[in-house]
């Protein structure tokens, strides 16, 4: 069984402050992880992911996610928030059950960047 | 087509009707899933199909919720005797293959309103 657990549902940053949006995950094989982000009645768009290359993946729109096994966890970080970053952030896994790698997605955060 | 299409965008409907939910995935995409999104609960998954047929419909939440893909391609989700549950934003994707590897593109959904 897999689950994402996203937390707070609610991150607030200043413009130029650096992001940090949380997930931790459990899967019982090795996880494939992803980060989407929905803007405003839009559907999610693939930031990044993490398919068991380099632990440390870079996304679109500067973002970047390190997959740390010990601690099952799988931050999203960008070093200097934009005004456009305003958006809700969905972390995801996914595994091998039945050939299906039918993802599991996380509650989201939805992150509110201040001028 | 160029990306996930889905129709409508919006659909309000009333207690007790059937509606029809469309979504024309990427050409050549072979897996395609249904998710729900209600607000402040993330993504639910709904089913998948790989090709024509559906290995997983662990996801629909009663026998009310049905659906079909044809050719390959378009899928229609159908939901009977509409609950006001049943409101929410109705999200589909596609991938290239049932790998992980591959990522999931997502459409804008179908925001549903049974009123």
């Known amino acids: 069984a897999q689950s994402v657990t996203q937390l707070g549902s609610h991150v607030s940053v200043s413009e130029g402050a650096l992001v940090l949006l949380r997930c931790n995950y459990s899967?019982?094989?090795?996880?494939?992880l992803f980060w989407y982000v929905q803007y405003p009645n839009q559907g999610l768009q693939l930031l990044l992911k993490y398919t068991s290359a380099a632990t440390l993946v870079k996304g679109i729109n500067g973002f970047e996610a390190e997959f740390k096994k010990s601690e099952t966890s799988f931050h999203l970080t960008k070093p200097s928030a934009h005004m456009s970053d305003a958006a809700e952030y969905f972390c995801a896994v996914s595994e091998r059950a039945g050939g299906s790698y039918i993802p599991t997605f996380g509650r989201g955060t939805s992150l509110i960047v201040h001028p | 087509g160029a990306g996930v299409s889905q129709s409508p965008s919006n659909k309000v409907t009333e207690k007790g009707k059937d509606v029809e939910l469309r979504c024309d995935p990427i050409s050549g995409h072979t897996a395609l899933y249904w998710y729900r999104q209600s607000l402040g609960q993330g993504l639910e998954f709904l089913i998948y199909?790989?090709?024509?047929?559906?290995?997983?419909k662990s996801g629909l939440p009663s026998d009310r919720f049905s659906a079909e893909r044809t050719g390959g391609s378009v899928s229609t989700l159908t939901i009977q005797r509409t609950q006001q549950e049943d409101s929410a934003v109705y999200l589909c994707?596609?991938?290239?293959?049932?790998?992980?590897?591959?990522?999931?593109?997502f459409g804008s959904g179908t925001r549903l309103t049974v009123v």
């Open positions: 899967s019982s094989v090795p996880p494939y």
């Open positions: 994707a596609s991938s290239q293959g049932q790998g992980a590897n591959y990522g999931y593109t």
């Open positions: 199909f790989q090709g024509n047929s559906a290995p997983d």
